[in-house]
């Protein structure tokens, strides 16, 4: 393919740091406040704090405002006092006229639930959501049905760590991504110079689009047609480049300089961009960092830039590579990861009772969302249909999850609502179960909670037991495989289920093998540090 913006070269400029101006620490300077006061007296006042800020800089937030208001009484005498108190005196007079009589506010009514719509194909085309294209990078390599069979095969891809000394860290494995290959995608020699959570960016999205039909390098015509000022891209990152980052650091250090491509290859949304500009996509463009549940944060949203007009296509999803020391060690100093190194890939074992933690993962996973009528228009093979998501954070810990699991039971409903069906429709649930002691049980009482305890011919499984936890990734993977189970008629099985917590003694956790099940409506559980959680709700696409 022609080297477009994936080649992209070293920034003309040259990168310079200006300090910032010093202040005292832990003040403030604020203005006044100029909105209800007359016109001769906020002149005033803006002539006296101009003239009073230098010598202000740098005092408690009241002083600067203090000093001003001083000085417009000495400017205008009583007349500019008077002046400034009229507005306040009138708007005590109207306050105490109309609160005499007034009402007892009225107690909130609770909020509206969504109808079930029994037939989809009432919905207005415009505002239904569907995915025509689906892209991953992965442990397990880049192509989407080589990923899902091998999760179908209860393969684990988790490996002792070979890319940096991790003889003194107490976790010394994770599910990387060994000699990644972009298939051409990215020409080699910009690559290297690529975070990998760029390079794993692009390879999912122009995959994803691939198979959509719109990638410029492979259907140039197809491309051509769209409308640009309507497809967007909202692929997010939970920790963005840390391998750029941390070798900036280090060289900054050793060298007392860096590399000009620190900033621009590790801020979070310069994977987003390149997949546009690649694409000439020219519609709603940002990066979304919610942790772990960053990529359903990006499908939720892109879903509703699909639904106002404001986007026809959406290239959305996750990606993260931060198996790199400082991501290594961050994690283990959160006392979040197994230590299980006897048993690498017997680490991640979802609701069971010797878990000790999460197993590090990486890689991309990206869908390719459009309005129905625009995938119809173009007549586009449609794979599934994304029909509702709900975003929720459980106000409680910033790493911690609720116990009761208000949060994440909110949010399923709320997903549920967005998605216009009943709890009884859904037989698939593609959870969160990261192999925590404290988040696995609180998913699980949360789904409980939804479901009234009734579990019944409903399957639960874990894709983390055989990826690992790809972080802001983690969303997008499994949404690509709770799609392929839509497709193919079979969800994987979860590892290491040997000694089962009794929260799931009433679930199908899809124990040591591949399943059928022609899925109704599946939904895919991501949730973040912070207490973020988020629910994606695929069924199949019916017209």
């Known amino acids: 393919m022609a080297a477009g913006v994936f080649a992209l070269g070293a920034p003309r400029a040259e990168l310079y740091a200006q300090p910032a101006p010093a202040t005292a620490a832990g003040t403030l300077t604020a203005q006044p406040a100029l909105a209800l006061r007359s016109a001769p007296a906020a002149a005033a006042a803006r002539r006296a704090y101009s003239a009073e800020a230098p010598a202000t800089a740098g005092r408690p937030m009241a002083a600067a405002p203090a000093a001003a208001a001083t000085r417009t009484i000495e400017a205008g005498g009583w007349w500019s006092l008077g002046a400034m108190l009229l507005p306040f005196l009138g708007l005590a007079a109207w306050i105490a006229r109309t609160t005499r009589s007034a009402p007892a506010p009225a107690a909130p009514r609770p909020m509206a639930m969504a109808a079930v719509v029994a037939d989809r194909s009432t919905l207005d085309p415009k505002k239904r959501v569907v995915v025509t294209g689906m892209g991953v990078a992965s442990v397990f390599g880049n192509d989407v049905d080589a990923f899902y069979d091998a999760l179908l095969e209860g393969k684990s891809g988790v490996k002792p760590i070979t890319r940096f000394d991790v003889e003194k860290m107490p976790t010394k494995f994770a599910a990387q991504i060994e000699n990644f290959d972009s298939d051409g995608i990215i020409p080699k020699k910009f690559a290297r110079r690529y975070d990998d959570v760029l390079s794993y ?30 497809c967007g891209v ?15 650091v280090s ?19 310069m994977g987003g961009s390149l997949v546009a500009i690649e694409q000439g996509f020219m519609g709603p463009n940002y990066s979304i960092a919610t942790a772990c549940a960053t990529a359903n944060y990006c499908f939720c949203e892109s879903a509703d830039h699909i639904r106002s007009g404001k986007a026809e296509v959406m290239v959305a ?11 290594l060690g ?15 890939q017997g680490a991640s074992r979802p609701w069971d009772k010797d878990r000790d ?41 910033v790493t911690m999850p609720r116990e009761d699991g208000e949060g994440v039971g909110s949010c399923i409903k709320m997903a549920l609502e967005d998605a216009q069906i009943d709890r009884d429709q859904v037989n698939y649930i593609n959870a969160h179960a990261t192999s925590t002691p404290l988040g696995d049980v609180a998913e699980v009482n949360a789904i409980k909670k939804v ?23 983690a969303g997008g993977m499994e949404a690509i495989a709770t799609i392929k189970a839509i497709q193919t008629g079979y969800v994987h099985p979860t590892l290491n289920q040997d000694n089962l917590i009794e929260e799931v003694a009433d679930i199908d956790t899809c124990a040591g093998a591949k399943s059928e099940l022609e899925i109704t409506a599946g939904i895919s559980n991501s949730f973040g540090f912070g207490g973020h959680n988020s629910v994606c709700v695929f069924g199949p696409y019916k017209p």
């Open 251 to 269: 060289s900054n250090e050793a060298k007392g300089s860096m590399s000009p491509f620190v900033i621009p290859y590790s801020i979070a949304n």
């Open 330 to 344: 961050g994690f283990v100093a959160c006392r979040a990861l197994s230590k299980n190194n006897e048993d690498p």
């Open 357 to 397: 933690g999460f197993v590090m993962g990486e890689g991309a996973g990206v869908l390719v969302l459009e309005s129905l009528e625009h995938a119809q228009k173009r007549g586009a093979t449609i794979l599934a249909e994304y029909l509702g998501g709900a975003m929720t954070c459980d106000a409680h810990h």
């Open 451 to 473: 479901f009234e305890g009734n579990m019944k011919g409903i399957k639960m499984n874990g894709t983390k037991s055989m990826i690992g936890h790809c972080l802001g990734a």
């Open 201 to 230: 960016t692009a390879v999912a999205s122009t995959k994803a689009l691939q198979q959509a039909g719109l990638d410029k390098a492979t259907n140039p015509e197809a491309n051509e047609k769209l409308n640009k000022a309507k």
């Open 234 to 248: 909202l692929v997010g990152s939970g920790m963005g480049g840390l391998q750029t980052l941390q070798d900036g």
């Open 317 to 327: 999803g996750g990606s993260e590579a931060s198996i790199v020391p400082v991501g």
